[in-house]
């Protein structure tokens, strides 16, 4: 390969979560000589990391097979590989059928021999060889001393914590395709956040399928997502801690208390509800009551100053009357929250609620999903509109002509609202900006700059 530097070009779908694998297959590519590239014509092999979670992930995935495809067939000797959850999802290997230009299907566990797999395609390319490579019970976790590319924007990172789930929502498929809930050494994730603010990045997100499950698998009950994070907190520096995907279950008083007391750790916590209706938790296997989730919520904004909730909800699941339907629209209603995504539910294979008894039309939990959104948008709107003359530490995420994009605190990239702050070309991305809110809508905000 030193001659002759074979350049690959990577699609990466889905979560960070998913995102953090492509930055792993991306350093072992460019440590065994192979180059990357942002621009497909000039790549030699295509790799799409997929996601296959509901239908319309898998869709998305296979747009961007077939597209991949028609790139191969412009150039002799192009290679085209399919990595990912799509892979695991992938049980009986009918996508591999129904797309054989696929050169090479890669799962989780075998990520980190991508290099070879690729470099043996170029080698050998006689129709007999195996294309499918995919332990079904995957146990990979990458570590600190794992090679990755940053990916992202150089002042924000993920920092993968833990992977796979043992929470066996009903819904879920997340344990079939990403295995049981695996966690990282607490020492690994210091050295890697380390590394990262020494490094220049201004913001950490900790991502798992559930971070408050970090630790779980193991037997050490001192060892929790608490302690991680106080941990974490004493790393000197300017920077931002930012926490993903907290299952109510696991959102202690002792997590609760550190999250209080933190200097770095923001006051934004991304918490999946699905639902309140207290029959449809306990269908989900969610863990908690109507009470316990509450009870939750009452604490978290009694408890930390400025706190900002994300959440999700799941609408049309088994069994979902018009009586849970406004219960769960009276709950967004009361409770206002400031980052909101619905989702209607699809009966995903080999899950329990696929097969349960009284199942919505699509329909019906689809329209149910717009109807949640909109309540979303006015509060969203009103939200927003309380920012006017208020006054906060924006971090720029890039330029556009004379005016700077970027985020508050409230904000996590590419989900959440951006801030644009016009005339402050000066400004770079990664920097802190004082910025006072001077305009609005539902989703954006608009701000003049006060000093950087």
């Known amino acids: 390969m030193k001659n002759n530097i074979e350049y690959v070009y990577f699609v990466s779908l889905g979560c960070s979560k998913n995102f953090v694998d492509t930055e792993v297959m991306a350093a072992s590519l460019i440590k065994h000589e192979f180059g990357i590239t942002d621009d497909e014509k000039y790549a030699s092999v295509f790799v799409i990391n997929t996601c296959a979670f509901i239908p319309p992930a898998r869709k998305e995935a296979e747009d961007n097979i077939s597209k991949a495809i028609k790139w191969k067939k412009k150039v002799s000797g192009r290679k085209l590989v399919v990595t990912g959850c799509l892979t695991q999802w992938d049980k009986k290997e009918e996508y591999s059928k129904k797309y054989s230009e696929v050169d090479l299907w890669i799962g989780i566990n075998e990520l980190t021999s991508l290099s070879e797999k690729i470099v043996a395609l170029f080698r050998d390319t006689g129709e007999n060889r195996n294309k499918f490579f995919c332990k079904r019970n995957p146990s990979y976790l990458y570590d600190e001393k794992t090679p990755r590319l ?30 049981s809930l695996r966690s990282r050494n607490t020492e690994s994730i210091l050295c890697e956040a380390k590394n990262l603010i020494t490094g220049g990045v201004k913001e950490l997100i900790l991502i798992a399928q559930d971070i408050t499950a970090f630790a779980k698998d193991r037997k050490d009950k001192k060892d929790n997502l608490a302690g991680l994070i106080a941990k974490l907190d004493e790393i000197k520096g300017n920077h931002w801690i930012r926490l993903h995907y907290l299952h109510p279950e696991g959102i202690t008083d002792e997590l609760i208390s550190i999250l209080k007391n933190s200097e770095h750790v923001i006051p934004y916590l991304d918490i999946p509800i699905q639902h309140i209706a207290g029959n449809i938790l306990k269908q989900m296997n969610r863990k908690v009551t109507q009470k316990e989730v509450l009870n939750t ?11 900002i909730t994300r959440t999700t909800f799941l609408t049309g699941f088994p069994g979902e009357t018009e009586k849970d339907f406004n219960e769960l629209k009276s709950f967004v209603k009361e409770w206002k929250f400031e980052r909101l995504g619905v989702f209607p539910f699809y009966p995903e294979p080999d899950t329990k609620a696929a097969t349960m ?13 717009e109807e949640l959104q909109n309540m979303h948008t006015e509060n969203s709107l009103f939200f927003n509109s ?8 924006v971090i720029i995420d890039s330029m556009a002509g004379t005016s700077a994009v970027g985020r508050t605190y409230m904000d996590s990239p590419d989900i959440d609202n951006t801030v644009t702050i016009s005339g402050s070309k000066k400004l770079k991305p990664g920097e802190f900006a004082r910025t006072r809110i001077n305009g609005f809508t539902a989703f954006e905000l608009k701000g003049k700059l006060i000093k950087s």
């Open 357 to 369: 008894d009284k199942q919505i039309p699509f329909e019906i939990a689809k329209q149910r999903a």
């Open 150 to 179: 940053q990916l992202t924007p150089a002042h924000y990172a993920f920092i993968k914590i833990a992977d796979g789930c043992d929470n066996r929502c009903s819904y879920c498929s997340i344990p079939s395709i990403r295995g």
């Open 297 to 307: 919520l009452e604490s978290l904004r009694q408890n930390i100053p400025g706190i």
């Open 386 to 393: 309380k920012l006017v003359d208020k006054e906060f530490n």
